[in-house]
């Protein structure tokens, strides 16, 4: 396929995003001066707005890039899941994949903002992993939508929705069904993806899931300690994120170090969400390893030019392709 034919392609596809969706609230005001009551800024509020995190914001990535992303999540039964809903809703997105528990609240990360600049950030979740009837919940949920998709997203944040029962009889499943898997992993379940085609942690999940270290700058480091990864993990392929360095893929008998492209960096939120989804995509078309990592790596930068966690736009992404490659 030429590059026009790959991003056209890109519409064909559904994509399941299973794991822990979230509210990214922004408060965006600016500052003039510090609080009388203790040494703190003082933030007068210009604009108040909710968007689609974590899970959800792979979603959002997923759509801007022409495909259908269908969210598969355990959320609340609160005002939290009530705005979720209506955010989904509004940016046309399925909600039939998300499961309400009053046994959990929806998580919310608000972020204050003055011009450009993180004041504060406050969380309100939960990371106590589901229970047996949420569990069994999920797994017939991701199961009746499997066979409708061409790729399976494991995006998990570490707040309950993944563990290991689920994810190893999900990733059967999707293995049994001929359906490619994608894992943007954490700590917790790092371990737990057997089976998975390919695997995306970061440098510092990376050594901490394995509790290894090694020198990033050492391209020969690099690769064994991939190639020890994915035998102890048991994964088909690693897509390894190395921020300033660059990406490194071992996947499909491809070996490919890329470096970063230079970008005036404005914020890093967000940019992981962007690399995964491009690479699902990419899994889902069965490209090969030296495009997913490519097309993803490009992807990644893109987004930090922006203030706040902003999916990818396709165009952009194929104009950016492009240039490299005139």
Do not use: W
Request: net charge negative.
């Amino acid at each position: 396929m030429n590059v026009n034919q790959i991003f056209d392609s890109f519409n064909n596809l559904r994509v399941l995003i299973i794991g822990d969706v979230m509210i990214d609230s922004y408060i965006f005001g600016k500052v003039d001066r510090i609080s009388p009551e203790a040494p703190i800024p003082v933030v007068t509020v210009k604009q108040k707005e909710i968007r689609l995190g974590g899970a959800g914001n792979v979603a959002m990535n997923i759509k801007s890039l022409g495909a259908t992303p269908v969210l598969c999540s355990v959320v609340g039964k609160d005002a939290e899941a009530k705005d979720l809903i209506e955010l989904l809703a509004s940016n046309q997105l399925p909600t039939d994949g998300i499961i309400q528990s009053s046994n959990r609240i929806t998580t919310i990360k608000q972020r204050i903002l003055a011009g450009s600049q993180h004041v504060v950030r406050i969380d309100s979740e939960m990371d106590s992993v589901i229970n047996a009837e949420e569990r069994s919940q999920l797994i017939e949920k991701a199961k009746s939508l499997i066979p409708t998709c061409q790729v399976v997203i494991f995006e998990d944040y570490d707040k309950g929705v993944l563990d290991e029962e689920s994810i190893q009889e999900i990733v059967a499943f999707a293995r049994q069904h001929k359906v490619p898997t994608i894992v943007d992993p954490k700590k917790r379940n790092f371990k737990y993806y057997k089976g998975a085609d390919l695997f995306k942690p970061n440098l510092k999940e990376l050594k901490e899931g394995l509790k290894i270290d090694f020198d990033a700058d050492n391209l020969d480091e690099v690769k064994a300690v991939v190639a020890e990864a994915k035998n102890a993990l048991g994964v088909n392929g690693i897509f390894l994120t190395l921020s300033e360095r660059g990406v490194f893929i071992d996947f499909e008998n491809e070996i490919h170090h890329l470096p970063a492209h230079r970008r005036s960096i404005t914020d890093v939120s967000g940019a992981g969400d962007t690399v995964v989804s491009i690479a699902a995509i990419c899994l889902g078309l069965n490209l090969p390893p030296r495009t997913i990592a490519e097309l993803s790596n490009l992807g990644g930068g893109l987004v930090c030019e922006y203030v706040g966690v902003m999916p990818i736009e396709k165009q952009k992404l194929q104009n950016e392709y492009l240039k490299h490659h005139a």
